[in-house]
């Protein structure tokens, strides 16, 4: 078997996603030293490294096994946080602290890497998808079908349309637009609950 090399970033991802071996491989080589070299810098060993580092890829296989997940950033950053993360973690559980970290942490061979705060961000996302998902599946049909066609699947109201059998364009947008309103009706009554 031949295999072809995986351009973009998101297509690494889905390779990952359908159990691809040579991707993982691919995943797990490229971004190996950086974490590693990271976590030795703050105090691990590398074995604690070697551990943290297989964590955080098995996180990301599984991450990527969910259709509401989204990776808003490159790989090897989302990889980088999550392995911090699981650093910073394991220190608490330890009752150690890491060493002094200079300002420059984290952004070595002049890569800006993201930080707590922004895996904070990343799981809130993350359970505003989830929220959403529940508000469409009460929804119900075919107000999720459309929007899924229209937000999910960039279809033009062309063809959702002819698809969904409404006479014209503008009637499909304003049966949308009814849609939306009930959706942000349902997504707020689930996001109190």
Sequence with gaps: MVYNPINTEQQLLAELAAGNRPAAERVYRQHHPTVVHWIINNGGSESD???????????LYEKSQSEDFRLTCKIGTY?????????????????????????????????????????????ERESHYSQLNQALNQLGEPCASL???????????????????????????????????????????????
């Design 79 to 123: 990889l980088f946080a999550i392995s911090k993360h699981l650093w910073y973690k394991r220190l608490q559980q330890m009752q150690r602290q890491p060493g002094y970290l200079p300002e420059n942490t984290g952004s070595e061979e002049g890569r800006d890497w993201i930080y707590e705060d922004e895996i904070k961000v990343h799981e």
């Design 147 to 193: 929007l899924r066609a229209f937000y999910t699947q960039d279809k033009s109201m062309q063809q959702i349309a002819s698809e969904f059998g409404y006479t014209n364009p503008d009637n499909a947008k304003t049966q949308k637009y009814k849609c939306l309103t009930r959706l942000r009706k349902l997504f707020y009554g689930v996001q109190s609950k």
């Design 49 to 59: 490294a070697e551990d943290i580092y297989q964590e955080a890829m098995v996180i």
